[in-house]
């Protein structure tokens, strides 16, 4: 499932989990700064994020 979301995102976050509890998002992000601070925020919140940035 992460796979396939991954796929659809290609730069920015695509899905958030903590403990047993997993989110998808469809979070789009148009500068590397904002990916950074995006995935800031979700970390402080305890989450692990997935998130694809420029390759």
């Known amino acids: ?3 396939l979301a991954s796929e659809q995102i ?3 976050v695509y899905a958030v989990e903590k403990g047993d509890y997993a989110e998808l998002r469809h979070d789009r992000c148009s500068s590397i700064t904002q990916l950074k601070s995006l995935i800031r ?7 692990k994020v997935h998130a694809n940035g420029k390759n």
Do not use: I, N, T, V
């Open 1 to 3: 499932m992460l796979k």
């Open 10 to 12: 290609p730069f920015g």
């Open 41 to 47: 925020q979700f970390r402080a919140q305890g989450f």
